[in-house]
């Protein structure tokens, strides 16, 4: 089914991104699986091609989009590639709202121009060896000294976080479960901070995953963002686009592992017929072709929704779950249809397939989607 979405300009927008993805990203995919991580450069190029600045007002050196549709279309075809980035995803989709919303003057004028340039990238850090799901039970300590915080602990499975350069830090400042969490902005080349440790994951291999330490950093008061006592309450209002955003890219990987599928089954052929004549491999793409379309309606629903400053936690947490379901049933079945291939890293459905495995489990586990989605019902 067609999709309304989008004007001409956001087409125009799309194509643009496609062809910069294929010239500049896909050919080095394999080089970058085996470093573990994307080179910082390509943020930057990203950033010439005015993908970092879209929401980031003028005066700072981007383009003050308010509006959600251009991130979609950078989300969908970074989902279509067949290794899933997910620094840049989480960059514009998830840290950014964070420095749009709640940065001050002075912090915009230091921050807003290398972000928009893309000199500048970003990662947060909510997760702990200690506590993932129950945010509020964070340990990571920041005591104020003076005009310093000093920051102790750590921070595990962190996207991006060894490209980035600022990092939006959950801490600990006062002992209330939720009233005392705050969101600090550590920076690359602190003392005492480390980024350096990359985490071995079972797919998305270009991606940087990282554990953060801080051993008595001592981070201004001035790179706190909103204020002190409130960084739960600004999570629990940003994690619905958050959310809303992994259900988009895994509606589009969806889709380009359909299309990967339909091009492989009308090529490989078994007793003397292509795969695509057989009956069980019509419906089986005909029930994913079916499955992909729902998820799409829901996807586009949500971002309708979220342009119109409507889209609740339940409604996040219902297009996560549901997505992200179907991705990990999508990917699946167009493996299966690849035979031994589909399990052979050469060939992108199985990096797809694994890639996908960690759309439930982040951005709040498909549990956790639940207990939202069950809370909403009164339960
Ligand atoms: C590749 C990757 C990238 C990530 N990127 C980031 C990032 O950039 N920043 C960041 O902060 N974090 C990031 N994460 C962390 C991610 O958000 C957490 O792993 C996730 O929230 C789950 O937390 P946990 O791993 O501690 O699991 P746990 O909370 O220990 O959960 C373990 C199991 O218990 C279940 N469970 C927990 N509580 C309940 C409950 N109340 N009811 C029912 N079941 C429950 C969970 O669903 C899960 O199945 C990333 C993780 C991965 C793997």
């Not at 299309?259 to 019509?282: C, D, H, M, W």
């Not at 342009?307 to 997505?323: C, N, Q, V």
């Not at 050469?346 to 809370?375: F, H, L, W």
Request: hydrophobic share 40%; aromatic share 8%.
């Amino acid at each position: 089914m067609e999709r309304d979405l989008f004007t001409a300009e956001h087409d125009e927008f799309r194509e643009v991104v496609r062809d910069f993805l294929a010239k500049e990203v896909e050919p080095h995919l394999l080089d970058w699986e085996e470093a573990g991580m994307v080179p910082k450069s390509l943020y930057r190029q990203f950033g010439d091609l005015g993908v970092n600045g879209i929401c980031i007002p003028e005066e700072y050196g981007g383009a003050g989009v308010e509006s959600f549709l251009y991130n979609v279309v950078v989300g969908e075809e970074m989902a279509s590639l067949p290794v899933h980035l997910g620094g840049l995803s989480l960059h514009l989709d998830v840290v950014l709202p964070y420095f749009l919303e709640l940065a001050n003057e002075e912090q915009r004028a230091r921050w807003f121009p290398a972000l928009a340039s893309g000199d500048s990238i970003s990662c947060i850090g909510m997760t702990e060896p200690g506590t993932g799901s129950d945010l509020a039970a964070i340990r990571t300590t920041a005591t104020r000294d003076g005009d310093h915080y000093i920051v102790n602990g750590s921070k595990t499975f962190i996207t991006g976080g060894i490209n980035a350069d600022l990092a939006v830090v959950v801490v600990r400042t006062g002992t209330d479960r939720r009233g005392g969490l705050s969101l600090l902005v550590v920076e690359d080349g602190m003392p005492g901070y480390d980024h350096s440790r990359k985490l071995d994951k079972l797919g998305m291999w270009a991606t940087d995953t990282a554990e953060l330490f801080f051993d008595s950093v001592r981070v201004p008061v001035a790179n706190l963002l909103g204020e002190e006592g409130r960084g739960f309450e600004y999570l629990t209002r940003n994690l619905p686009q958050e959310r809303l955003s992994i259900g988009v890219g895994a509606v589009a990987a969806c889709e380009s592992a359909l299309a990967r599928t339909l091009a492989y089954v009308g090529e490989r052929s078994a007793f003397g017929s292509p795969i695509a004549s057989f009956q069980n491999t019509k419906f089986e793409l005909a029930d994913v072709a079916t499955d992909i379309e729902a998820g799409r309606a829901m996807v586009d629903r949500g971002i309708v929704e979220l342009e119109r400053g409507r889209l609740t936690a339940a409604d996040a947490a219902k297009i996560k779950l549901f997505a992200t379901d179907l991705q990990g049933e999508v990917m699946d079945r167009c493996l299966q249809l690849f035979g031994g291939y589909g399990y052979m890293r050469e060939y992108p459905i199985a990096k797809m397939y694994a890639d996908a495995r960690v759309s439930r489990i982040y951005g709040g586990t498909n549990e956790i989607m639940k207990v939202i989605v069950a809370q909403s019902l009164g339960l």
